[in-house]
Nanobody, 136 residues
């Protein structure tokens, strides 16, 4: 079973920066073919896809973080990283790392979407999350 371990969550002030990392292990396929994503969730709200980086290195971002967050991957270390800048209280959430191999009409807990619609990344594996708190 693929395992993901996030790190880097912390409490920072408005306008600050933070870098989240996620190391992946027990892969079923070479790491460089996995789509890797970051999602976040606030209690009482649905999980929100924040950023994704595909196996070919192309990226997608939610409008709410575009220009402030940068996702990258290190295929030698089986790691995905997200640099977050200009943080606001709206960025406060538990951030989850996800890994998957599919793109299509995915539904249910496997569905990872950056934008609304029937198409989604199928993320089979999720980390336990890391808490990011932005205080004013």
């Amino acid at each position: 079973q693929v395992q993901l371990a996030e790190s880097g969550g912390d409490s920072v002030q408005v306008g600050g920066s933070l870098t989240l990392s996620c190391v992946v292990s027990s892969l079923r396929a070479p790491y460089n073919v996995y789509n890797m994503g970051w999602a976040r969730q606030v209690p009482g709200k649905e999980r929100e896809g924040v950023a994704v980086i595909k196996g070919d290195g192309s990226t997608e971002y939610a409008e709410s973080v575009k220009g402030r967050f940068t996702i990258s991957r290190d295929n030698d270390k089986n790691m995905v990283t997200m640099e977050m800048e200009s943080l606001t209280p709206d960025d406060t959430a538990v951030y989850y790392c996800a890994a998957g191999l599919q793109w299509g009409m995915i539904t249910g807990s496997r569905a990872f979407r950056i934008t609304p619609g029937p198409w989604a990344y199928g993320m089979d594996s999720w980390g336990n999350g890391t808490l990011v708190t932005i205080s004013s």
